[in-house]
C-alpha cells in the first residue's frame, strides 16, 4: 500500500513537471490544480499509512494496560476463591460476595515429637534410652483474617473489576468462565476471564485492528483476546508480555 502511493506520487509529479512542458499553457492552471491536489492526497495517504500503525500501537497500550489491571484483581480474587472453596467460580457476583465475606485462617506449624508408647513396649526398650519417638507436626489457628482486607486493603475496586475500564466499551464487563480441565486422567479446576481486542479497539482501523487479533510475537498480546486464565490448560496466567507487569514508575 504505502509502496503504491509513493509510486502514485512520484507519477503525479512527472506529470505536472511534463505538463510544464509539452501542455498547451491555457490548460496548465486547470491541469496544475487537478494534479497537485492529487499529489496533496496521496502525500496525505502516504503520512497516514506511516503514522497510523504507530498511533494505533499507542492507543491499544495504554488501553491494554487499564485492562490488564483489572484482569489481574480478578485473578487474585480467583486464586483466592479456590484455596479457600477448591474450585474457581464463573460469576462474579459470588465472587464479590465471598471477597465481602470470606476470610483466611492464620496458621502456626510446629514440630513435636513423643514417645512411642507401643512400639518401645514391643521391643522391651525405654524411651529415655534409645527408643523410638514418633515425629508430628501440630497446626495452630492463631486468628482469622479478612480476604478482602488481604488483598484490597481500604480499595473497593473489587466491586467494579468486573467492568471494562474504558469508555469505548460502553459499559461492558469481562467474560468469565469456569470448568474442569482433564490431564492425565486428573480434573483440575481452572477459569478464563477475557475481553476482545476488537471491543476495545473498536474505533481504530479495521485493517490495523484485524493484524493485531492475528498476533503472533513474544513482546505482543497474541490472538483475538486480551485474557488471564485458560479452559483449555492448567494456566493461570496472563496471556500479555511481562512488560505489561513492571510497576509505574
Do not use: H
Not at 128 to 155: H, M, N, P
Not at 179 to 188: A, D, L, Q, S, V
Amino acid at each position: 500500500m504505502i509502496l503504491n502511493i509513493v509510486l502514485g506520487t512520484l507519477i503525479c509529479v512527472g506529470l505536472a513537471f511534463l505538463m510544464d512542458k509539452f501542455v498547451p499553457l491555457k490548460l496548465n492552471p486547470i491541469i496544475s490544480v487537478i494534479l497537485w491536489l492529487v499529489i496533496l492526497i496521496l502525500g496525505y495517504s502516504l503520512y497516514k499509512s506511516i503514522m497510523g500503525p504507530v498511533e494505533f500501537n499507542k492507543v491499544k497500550q495504554v488501553r491494554y494496560a487499564k485492562v490488564i489491571e483489572n484482569l489481574k484483581d480478578i485473578r487474585v480474587s480467583e486464586l483466592a476463591y479456590q484455596e479457600i472453596e477448591g474450585k474457581f467460580t464463573g460469576n462474579f457476583d459470588s465472587l464479590v460476595q465471598f471477597l465481602d465475606t470470606a476470610q483466611f485462617a492464620i496458621i502456626q506449624r510446629r514440630d513435636t515429637s513423643f514417645a512411642d508408647v507401643e512400639r518401645n513396649k514391643a521391643f522391651g526398650l525405654d524411651a529415655q534410652k534409645g527408643g523410638y519417638y514418633k515425629e508430628e507436626i501440630i497446626i495452630d489457628t492463631l486468628r482469622f483474617a479478612s480476604v478482602k482486607d488481604s488483598i484490597f486493603g481500604d480499595s473497593d475496586r473489587y466491586k467494579t473489576m468486573m467492568n471494562i475500564p474504558l469508555e469505548i466499551a460502553d459499559g461492558a464487563v469481562f467474560e468469565l468462565k469456569s470448568g474442569k480441565y482433564e490431564k492425565n486422567e486428573t480434573f483440575y479446576s481452572v477459569f478464563e476471564a477475557s475481553v476482545a481486542k476488537s471491543l476495545l479497539l473498536s474505533d481504530q482501523n479495521p485493517d490495523l485492528i484485524n493484524q493485531e487479533e492475528q498476533l503472533i510475537s513474544v513482546d505482543g498480546i497474541n490472538g483475538p483476546t486480551v485474557r488471564v486464565g485458560s479452559m483449555n490448560d492448567i494456566d493461570t496466567s496472563g496471556n500479555w508480555p511481562k512488560t505489561y507487569d513492571t510497576p509505574k514508575q
